[in-house]
Structure formats: C-alpha cells, structure tokens
C-alpha cells in the first residue's frame, strides 16, 4: 500500500504523541493508514481521540516535515518501500524514521554492537580485535552512539573505511553527548547513517534510551554485547534481541570487573553465544548473513597469539613471563607494585592475554607463555 502526503503527516503526528511510541501496529489496526487519524473514528481509544483532533497536534507535524526537508533529512514512514525490512518486522516497529546522511540502508550485512559508557581498556581493545577484520570483510556495525564501546564501534568503522550507522535516543536536531559533535560529523562524512524514531526536536530523556534500543537490535540479526555492568543500556538491548528473535553474542570479562558481570550473566545463563574471536561472531549467525563477505583475501585469519598484547601493561606482563618457564601470581603481583600498576589492572591483563590465547594458567595460580 502506497502512503500518501496527508499519511506521512498522519504518521509524524502519531510520533509527537508519546503515548502511541512503539504501537504502530495498533495504530494501523484502528484506522488503516495513518491519514485516517484526522477523522473522528470508534476504533481510536477515547482517551486518544481529543488529543488527535487538537489543531495544535497537526499543526506540529507539518512544521516537523517542512523543519525535516529544509534541514535534509528524511522521512522515512513504516509504509515506505526503504523502509528497513528487519525492523518493519518486530513487534513495535517505529512508525516513521527520521535520518541524515547515507539512506537506504546498504545491503552489506550489519552487527549491532553495544556496550558499557565506562568501557575499560579491555573493552576498547576487545572492539578492535573482534570488529577489524569484521570491518574489512565488508560487516556494517550499528550502535547508540554512546560513549564507551559503542564510541569505539563507530570510530573504528570510520578508521577502516567501514559503514556504519547510529541509532539515536533524541531527535536529529541534537547532539548528545555534546563531546561526540566531531564525531557526528566524521560519521556523515564517511557515508555513514543517522536515524532516529523521534522528532528531530526531542530532546535526550533517560526513558527515550530504553525504548530506542529495540531499533538497534531490530536492524540486524544479531547483537554484540563487549562489556555490560548488571543495569545497562547493553544489556537492554540484548533483552529486546531476544524477545525479537535475534542472535545475541557477549564477551566473557573479568569475574573482578563490574562492566563484565552482565557479558558473563548472559553466557551463563545459556542466553548468549560465548564470543572469543571474530569466528565466533560468523558462527552465530545464520548462513546468509555472511554470504558476499570479503575473505579470506581481504582479511587476514588472524589468530589471537599473532594478534599481540594491546596495550603497555600487557608487553610488561609477556615480558615478565619467560620463555620455557612459569611464573606464579605473587611474583608478577610484586613486579606490578614495583612497576606502579594496579593489582586490578593486572589481572585485567592476565585475562585479556588469556584471552586472546597469549598466555595459558596453569594449576597453583601460575602463568606461562603459550608454546
């Protein structure tokens, strides 16, 4: 069925109404399409009915789309044929998007990746690790454009010459955080995609961010969770891929480390795929998605041990561990102190080079390199 322009409008005022976020299948249940909201009709609850014959309500919406025009943005209705078809497909799918810069979404297949605000050192190198030869194989990664992890995403995609897109809790209008307006602008300039299910005014409100992530795990078939504390965004959204059917993928962390209590909750409970390499992401997924990805020549099988330490506390612990030896816990504690680092940040260290299959643990809380 093909929307009309009185449609369009009916859709950006069912946007404005709060009340109506999320119930676009509903709202077509009771009238059809949406030009239909500007008449009187039973069907609408009586609660909603005075609230849709306000001049004002429209009067809105016709400044939002010619506020939306001037400014470049698309309107992109449920209706529209670029409509992306994974999220038409959930249970609450937006009833417009607002977007800026590249649209339609490209073909290419997409990995949401979602995170801690306060992503450790881990979690930025564990973004790295995984997502870079993700990138190069040609996998487009969505997020929230929040700081930490889904910052590190976004960044890394713009590195690499990757595509990537943003899923906004407020309007276009804003920038939020006020620190991320670079790179805002470095995504768009990169070919990448800013949308939102709010008007471009709305402003960034705790309960938007909730109801927002259902958009960044309906996009894709699947949700990447790197670092998560036990109340999260992240772990938000990996609820939302679950009840929509979608793969969720966490990282395993430190048992010491509150950003990994919820990546290790989600692994435990037997809710999410253990993710250690970017293989594991592949595996995850159905077949399809990564049909056309360009490997192995443009990516190379890295293995973790090639991979490296990440970071100047990992080169001190591989340099303290010898070569056809072992080493326990106390002494690489006592040359930690000498050296000035965090006991902590050590065995943060310890796992990530476990991790990345650097180094093995042996029985009696003893570290050696791996052969």
């Given at each position: 069925?093909?929307?009309t322009?009185?449609d369009?409008?009916?859709?950006?005022?069912?946007?404005?109404?709060?009340?109506?976020?999320?119930?676009?299948?509903?709202?077509l249940?009771?009238?059809?399409?949406?030009?239909?909201?500007?008449?009187?009709?039973a069907?609408?609850?009586?609660?909603?009915?005075?609230?849709?014959?306000?001049?004002?309500?429209w009067?809105?919406a016709?400044?939002?789309l010619?506020?939306?025009?001037?400014r470049?943005?698309?309107?992109?209705?449920?209706?529209?044929?670029?409509?992306?078809?994974?999220?038409?497909?959930?249970?609450?799918?937006?009833?417009?998007?607002?977007?800026?810069?590249?649209?339609?979404?490209?073909?290419?297949?997409?990995?949401a990746?979602?995170?801690?605000?306060?992503?450790?050192?881990?979690?930025?190198?564990?973004?790295r690790?995984?997502?870079e030869?993700?990138?190069?194989?040609g996998?487009?990664?969505?997020?929230g454009?929040?700081?930490?992890v889904?910052?590190?995403?976004?960044?890394?995609?713009?590195?690499?010459?990757?595509?990537?897109?943003?899923?906004?809790?407020?309007?276009?209008?804003?920038?939020?955080?006020?620190?991320?307006?670079?790179?805002?602008?470095?995504?768009?300039?990169?070919?990448?995609?800013?949308?939102?299910e709010?008007?471009?005014?709305?402003?960034?409100?705790?309960?938007?961010f909730?109801?927002?992530?259902?958009v960044?795990?309906?996009?894709t078939?699947?949700?990447?969770?790197?670092e998560?504390?036990?109340?999260?965004?992240?772990?938000?959204?990996?609820?939302?891929?679950?009840?929509?059917?979608?793969?969720?993928?966490?990282?395993?962390?430190?048992?010491?480390?509150?950003?990994?209590?919820g990546?290790?909750?989600?692994?435990?409970?037997?809710?999410?795929?253990?993710v250690?390499?970017?293989?594991?992401?592949?595996?995850?997924?159905?077949?399809?998605?990564?049909q056309g990805?360009?490997?192995?020549e443009?990516?190379p099988?890295?293995?973790?041990?090639?991979?490296?330490?990440?970071?100047?506390?990992?080169?001190?612990?591989?340099?303290?561990?010898?070569?056809?030896?072992?080493?326990g816990?106390?002494?690489?504690?006592?040359?930690?102190?000498?050296?000035?680092?965090?006991p902590?940040?050590l065995?943060?260290?310890?796992?990530?080079?476990?991790?990345?299959?650097?180094?093995?643990?042996?029985?009696?809380?003893?570290?050696?390199?791996?052969?």
């Amino acid at each position: 069925m093909t929307w009309t322009d009185e449609d369009v409008l009916g859709a950006v005022a069912a946007a404005l109404l709060p009340e109506l976020r999320g119930r676009t299948h509903e709202v077509l249940r009771w009238v059809g399409r949406p030009a239909e909201l500007m008449r009187p009709s039973a069907a609408i609850p009586l609660g909603l009915q005075a609230r849709l014959r306000e001049a004002s309500l429209w009067a809105s919406a016709e400044r939002c789309l010619r506020d939306s025009v001037r400014r470049g943005y698309r309107v992109v209705p449920v209706a529209d044929p670029t409509y992306p078809p994974l999220l038409k497909a959930i249970e609450s799918p937006p009833i417009v998007l607002w977007t800026q810069g590249r649209w339609p979404l490209p073909e290419a297949p997409l990995l949401a990746v979602v995170g801690s605000r306060r992503a450790t050192v881990y979690g930025k190198n564990v973004v790295r690790f995984l997502l870079e030869p993700l990138i190069a194989a040609g996998v487009g990664v969505v997020s929230g454009m929040a700081v930490g992890v889904d910052a590190a995403a976004h960044q890394l995609c713009i590195e690499k010459g990757g595509y990537t897109a943003a899923v906004l809790g407020h309007g276009l209008n804003v920038t939020y955080p006020r620190e991320h307006r670079t790179l805002r602008e470095r995504l768009l300039q990169a070919g990448g995609t800013l949308l939102s299910e709010y008007p471009p005014d709305t402003p960034p409100r705790p309960e938007l961010f909730p109801i927002r992530n259902r958009v960044i795990s309906g996009l894709t078939p699947g949700v990447l969770v790197v670092e998560a504390p036990p109340r999260s965004g992240a772990l938000n959204t990996a609820r939302w891929a679950l009840d929509q059917g979608r793969e969720v993928m966490a990282v395993p962390g430190s048992v010491f480390q509150e950003t990994s209590l919820g990546t290790n909750y989600l692994i435990q409970q037997g809710l999410a795929h253990m993710v250690l390499h970017w293989r594991d992401v592949v595996r995850s997924l159905p077949a399809a998605w990564s049909q056309g990805l360009r490997w192995p020549e443009t990516t190379p099988a890295l293995t973790a041990t090639e991979a490296g330490p990440a970071d100047e506390v990992q080169r001190r612990l591989l340099a303290w561990l010898p070569a056809d030896g072992d080493v326990g816990i106390e002494q690489l504690l006592e040359q930690a102190r000498q050296a000035g680092i965090d006991p902590e940040r050590l065995y943060e260290a310890l796992f990530e080079l476990e991790l990345r299959g650097a180094i093995i643990s042996l029985p009696g809380r003893r570290y050696a390199r791996r052969a």
